[in-house]
T-cell receptor, first 119, second 116 residues
Framework: DAGVIQSPRHEVTEMGQEVTLRCKPI?????LFWYRQTMMRGLELLIY????????DSGMPEDRFSAKMPNASFSTLKIQPSEPRDSAVYFC?????????????????FGPGTRLTVT | SQQGEEDPQALSIQEGENATMNCSYK?????LQWYRQNSGRGLVHLIL?????REKHSGRLRVTLDTSKKSSSLLITASRAADTASYFC????????????????FGQGTILTVHP
């Protein structure tokens, strides 16, 4: 298995521009998580999906952030407009959680992250 | 409030020594997990301990869980330079109905440096 795939790996953009981060979870996983990591705030959960449905977006900083999961194999996190304080490493993670006869796995598998720099 | 507070924030040891990291949390949990992060990489799952378990082993890792004290410890025995990384505990919170919230809450991590 290729693991969780994120793109791009690095993104440098100017303040005010739209940024779109992409994630492909591990095939068969039914939960997807977006995190942001900074030195000051550590690892923060932004939003998570279960079976493509957003379950908890309480960690999304503000309306400039939005996330979608149109199907089980793809998710995007969009920032519009971007600001310098959005600079961070953004991680996507996936996991398999219970139900329908499948073995439940609570551990999360992380992608390599996207390092975002907004100037 | 912050779940999963690790202690110490940083730990520096010599190769061959044991490393112990602690984690405290505030609310009821279904399970507690430990992750490792090498510089510039994503987190990697190390071990999971369920709320009804008290100790678990995996290779050179030993995890304990004390739900009465809401704390856990991770012991890495016979450390190697390659163990240098940040280590995070994460809790899978339990709702009033006993079900999982479906998400993990991570602590700030312990930075472990193992000198050759």
């Amino acid at each position: 298995d290729a693991g969780v795939i994120q793109s791009p790996r690095h993104e440098v953009t100017e303040m005010g521009q739209e940024v779109t981060l992409r994630c492909k979870p591990i095939s068969g996983h039914n939960s997807l998580f977006w995190y942001r990591q900074t030195m000051m705030r550590g690892l923060e959960l932004l939003i998570y999906f279960n079976n493509n449905v957003p379950i908890d977006d309480s960690g999304m900083p503000e309306d400039r952030f939005s996330a979608k999961m149109p199907n089980a194999s793809f998710s995007t996190l969009k920032i519009q407009p971007s600001e310098p304080r959005d600079s961070a490493v953004y991680f996507c993670a996936s996991s398999l959680r219970g139900g329908q006869g499948r073995i439940s796995s609570y551990e999360q598998y992380f992608g390599p992250g996207t390092r975002l720099t907004v100037t | 409030s912050q779940q999963g507070e690790e202690d110490p924030q940083a730990l520096s040891i010599q190769e061959g020594e044991n490393a112990t990291m602690n984690c405290s949390y505030k609310t009821s949990i279904n399970n507690l997990q430990w992750y490792r992060q090498n510089s510039g990489r994503g987190l990697v799952h190390l071990i999971l301990i369920r709320s009804n378990e008290r100790e678990k082993h995996s290779g050179r890792l030993r995890v304990t869980l004390d739900t009465s004290k809401k704390s856990s410890s991770l012991l890495i025995t016979a450390s190697r330079a390659a163990d240098t990384a940040s280590y995070f505990c994460a809790t899978d919170g339990k709702s009033a109905g006993g079900t999982s919230y479906g998400k993990l809450t991570f602590g700030q991590g312990t930075i472990l440096t193992v000198h050759p």
